[in-house]
């Protein structure tokens, strides 16, 4: 074994509980360093610990991918479930369009343009993508 694999695994021995999900509880394990990391470390790129949020991070979605895959869901669908979550009716969009409009959408009789997706995403305050 050279010098460099032995220095390797004394750090990896260390560090491999923390960037290793493979159950999980060690999901969960995961989950609860990354809310400490983001409390502490936020968007500050020159914390010490960034680079391990962001690591964290792409391992947690990793795992969420791989062992819980989001469904498949229609914009209708996704806007029909923030509705339901919001306590909504059709006419409290009126951002979107008119009631009618909103009716068509849910009853896909009309697909979401650009503009009210934006618009959406705005208002429940996720990422646009979620509606495509």
Request: aromatic fraction near 6%.
């Given at each position: 074994?050279?010098?460099?694999?032995?220095?390797?695994?004394?750090?990896?021995?260390?560090i491999?509980?923390?960037?290793?999900?493979?159950?999980e509880?060690?999901?969960?394990?995961?989950?609860?360093?990354?809310n400490?990391?983001?409390?502490?470390v936020?968007?500050?790129?020159?914390?010490?610990?960034?680079?391990?949020?962001?690591?964290?991070?792409?391992?947690?979605?990793?795992?969420?991918?791989?062992?819980?895959?989001?469904?498949?869901?229609?914009?209708?669908?996704?806007?029909?479930f923030?509705?339901?979550?919001?306590?909504?009716?059709?006419?409290?969009?009126?951002?979107?369009?008119?009631?009618?409009?909103?009716?068509?959408?849910?009853?896909?009789?009309?697909?979401?343009?650009?503009?009210?997706?934006?618009?959406?995403?705005?208002?429940?305050?996720?990422?646009?993508?979620?509606?495509?």
């Amino acid at each position: 074994m050279s010098i460099i694999t032995q220095e390797i695994q004394k750090h990896w021995l260390a560090i491999q509980p923390i960037l290793s999900i493979r159950s999980e509880q060690e999901y969960d394990q995961a989950a609860a360093r990354l809310n400490v990391l983001i409390d502490e470390v936020g968007t500050d790129e020159s914390h010490p610990f960034y680079d391990l949020l962001d690591t964290l991070g792409t391992l947690i979605h990793a795992f969420e991918e791989q062992h819980e895959p989001m469904p498949e869901c229609s914009g209708a669908e996704v806007l029909r479930f923030f509705m339901d979550e919001h306590n909504l009716v059709q006419s409290d969009l009126s951002e979107i369009g008119s009631q009618g409009v909103v009716s068509e959408i849910l009853n896909g009789k009309r697909e979401l343009n650009t503009r009210q997706i934006r618009l959406l995403a705005k208002r429940f305050n996720v990422s646009a993508a979620v509606f495509i």
